[in-house]
């Protein structure tokens, strides 16, 4: 297996060599591959309501998750710093969980409408007193990632989708947020919290 080199590992290059596609690899690393954020990627990244977020622990285990918001709520803090919230979930944490056991994750951003994709792999880290925590409506914590690589990928096999609705459950300054039905069926053990605000709702009827 070749040695690793610039932007491409032994796996890689193999895999390049084999199917003549070094030059082609080079070439788009050189044009494309950056590990700062640009005007351009932050628009684009502000016009995002969603992301695949690849994670994995230290020991290997992989995991992807989606992560949905309203337009804007993955931020280019600067040129080095990208931010998400962390909203309530189905309590298992997985990929905050791994990012505090390996801090290596991966972005994928996808506009479905025109095909257009972008790829952010870099670092994370979580800090429970973030102050932008405060600026997401019911947000748990922030998430912030320091890129090592931002690059575009080919729009080829990128089906085109169009948006008909955002989820009611993502969480709005301008209203109350909506409980999902399926945690009817785990009442009892439900964060403290989330337990009593159902007891109130159920208490006015609502």
């Known amino acids: 297996m070749p040695d690793d ?11 390049q060599a084999r199917f003549d596609a070094r030059r082609l690899a080079d070439r788009l690393a050189e044009v494309t591959i950056h590990d700062r954020f640009n ?3 932050a628009a684009y990244i502000h016009e ?23 337009p804007g709520f993955v931020r280019v803090i600067d040129e080095r710093t990208l931010a998400f919230p962390s909203y309530d979930g189905n ?8 990012i505090l056991r390996h801090a290596r994750v991966g972005m994928l951003f996808i506009d479905w409408e025109t095909g257009w994709r972008m790829r952010v792999n870099g670092t994370a880290s979580i800090d ?6 405060a600026e997401y409506p019911e947000a748990q914590f922030v998430v912030r990632v320091t ?3 931002i690059f575009p990928n080919c729009p080829r ?39 009593e605000r159902r007891a109130r709702r159920r208490a006015k009827g609502t």
Not at 5 to 15: A, D, N
Not at 128 to 133: H, Q
Not at 178 to 188: I, L, M, T, V
């Open 5 to 15: 080199t610039g932007p491409f590992h032994g796996g890689e290059l193999t895999l």
């Open 39 to 41: 005007e351009r990627d």
């Open 48 to 70: 995002r309501d969603m992301f695949f977020l690849a994670t994995g622990d230290d020991q290997g285990n992989l995991d992807c998750s989606y992560k949905g918001g309203d």
């Open 91 to 98: 309590g298992m944490f997985m990929s905050a969980g791994n």
């Open 128 to 133: 429970f007193d973030d102050p932008l925590t």
């Open 147 to 149: 890129p090592d690589q």
């Open 157 to 195: 096999y990128i089906h085109q989708v169009e948006t008909v609705e955002r989820s009611r459950f993502v969480p709005r300054r301008d209203r109350e947020t909506p409980e999902h039905e399926w945690k009817e069926g785990f009442e009892d053990v439900l964060p403290r919290a989330q337990q």
